[in-house]
């Protein structure tokens, strides 16, 4: 139990250092303006560049700490940090990703606004379909989430097959967000026919679906039918 509280305080405390630090960079941005960018979007500042990356490792070290839960108004207050984090993918490839999403999926994933403007970030076709894939450390909850928000829009059909493979209620999830559709351009018959043979659980999850069975030709309906039978 006193464990507990001393994990749960030093939180709390790193969390006041980082709203201190948070303050202190928008400030620092305030007095000199943007910050200039170097060929590759870093920022060419020096002193920029040091005072981001001490806060990142201060995120970073604070969503570690999973004994402490982030409320809506923690993750808003970290929300600017994990985005600028987020931003290059060279970074992102240093960072947990699925538990950064894990923990400020209020901030970083809420649901897509067609009135809106582009996201302060965009994760790549291939990066989605591995958080997607990753049953350890990306719940369904959460993949539902990252579907119906921004990010799903680079769901791309050849990069995420292997994902409803491996997570065939990825399938209907998928439909229901329409970031595909059985059909020319999207799930077409190849891709539903392979994903159905991969599995009992990827069979039914297809069956399952009108769309889906509506673009199989009948003899291989039929089989699929006959196999499901036998699971």
Not at 74 to 87: I, M, S, W, Y
């Amino acid at each position: 139990m006193g464990r507990g509280t001393s994990e749960d305080d030093r939180a709390k405390q790193m969390l006041e250092s980082m709203r201190h630090d948070l303050a202190e960079m928008e400030m620092f941005r305030e007095e000199i303006g943007e910050v200039d960018e170097g060929p590759e979007g870093e920022p060419a500042s020096g002193s920029a560049a040091v005072a981001q990356g001490s806060c990142c490792d201060g995120l970073m070290e604070i969503l570690d700490m999973e004994v402490m839960e982030l409320d809506d108004e923690d993750q808003e207050n970290l929300k600017g940090l994990a985005e600028v984090a987020l931003q290059d993918p060279q970074k992102r490839r240093n960072l947990p990703l699925a538990m950064v999403l894990r923990r400020l999926p209020s901030a970083l994933l809420p649901p897509e606004d067609p009135a809106g403007g582009p996201p302060a970030f965009k994760l790549e076709e291939a990066e989605v379909a591995k958080l997607l894939a990753d049953k350890d450390e990306m719940p369904f909850w959460l993949c539902e989430r990252l579907l119906a928000s921004s990010q799903g829009r680079s769901v791309n059909v050849k990069e995420v097959v292997p994902s409803i493979v491996a997570r065939p209620e990825l399938l209907e999830a998928m439909l229901t967000t329409k970031r595909l559709s059985a059909g020319k351009g999207s799930l077409d018959a190849h891709h539903i026919e392979e994903i159905a043979k991969s599995s009992p659980q990827a069979r039914k999850a297809v069956l399952d679906q009108a769309s889906c069975r509506a673009m199989l030709p009948e003899p291989v309906l039929l089989r699929l039918r006959a196999l499901q039978q036998q699971d």
